[in-house]
Nanobody
């Protein structure tokens, strides 16, 4: 499994921005490059859902709910990914989880809380 460390959550007003980061400090670079990295979120009482994903080659996917507002990026040399979240809405409130997938490996970070409220 992969150790994933998230940071950057917090409280923000509607319309504001936050940037989440996720690092894989103990993963060998060549191994990290093979992972599809992603951000998921889980709101209270709801199932965990995919927000965005990115491959080594920086092919990206976004959920419809965040298209045009969120941007996922990847720095392979630093073994990190980020999620830039703009124009945040109350419905974006959730715990955000970093995820790494490769073959049978499916690892999760502990999550970081994002609360959008006035």
């Amino acid at each position: 499994q992969v150790q994933l460390v998230e940071s950057g959550g917090g409280l923000v007003q509607p319309g504001g921005s936050l940037r989440l980061s996720c690092a894989a400090p103990r993963t060998i670079l060549s191994v990290f490059n093979g992972y599809i990295m992603a951000w998921y979120r889980q709101a209270p009482g709801k199932e965990r859902e995919l927000v965005a994903s990115i491959t080594f080659d920086r092919d990206t996917y976004y959920a419809d709910a965040v298209k045009g507002r969120f941007t996922i990026s990847r720095d392979n040399s630093r073994k990190t990914i980020k999620l830039q979240m703009n124009s945040l809405k109350s419905e974006d409130t959730a715990v955000y989880y970093c995820n790494a997938q490769r073959g049978s490996i499916n690892s999760w970070g502990r999550g970081t809380q994002v609360t959008v409220s006035s």
